[in-house]
């Protein structure tokens, strides 16, 4: 089973070299695909910290005020690119798609490894 330490660097590696070919591509939109993908990235660390709590057991009222809160803040701050800083919405959701490429790459890895494909 692949760790989430993997899957970030994963991220990371993505999210650089798609920076590095988005800035020969069309400069401009190089800030709405790393907002996107800060969000994303940020979001998911935090729902595995909240998963971790509810799995070990911890006081439930306060894991789902953070779950609340976390997503409160996710959406005022998505608000907050497209209306005021008014990012590009393309850029922006490919950044937040880009997790999944993400997983399925350290899928594929683990796959590979455990030579089960």
């Not at 057991?57 to 005021?84: N, S």
Request: include cysteine; hydrophobic fraction near 60%.
């Amino acid at each position: 089973m692949p760790s989430l330490k993997g899957v970030f660097k994963t991220q990371a590696l993505m999210v650089a070299v798609c920076g590095i070919i988005l800035f020969f591509v069309d400069a401009s939109q190089i800030f709405g695909f790393l907002a996107g993908a800060f969000l994303i990235t940020l979001n998911f660390a935090l729902l595995s910290l909240l998963w971790r709590r509810i799995l070990d057991k911890k006081p439930v009222a306060i894991t789902i005020g953070i779950l609340v809160t976390k997503y409160a803040i996710l959406g005022l701050l998505l608000y907050y690119y497209i209306m005021e800083l008014k990012l590009s919405l393309v850029p922006l959701f490919v950044g937040i798609a880009s997790l999944v490429g993400s997983f399925l790459i350290t899928g594929l890895q683990t796959a590979i490894s455990d030579k089960r494909i």
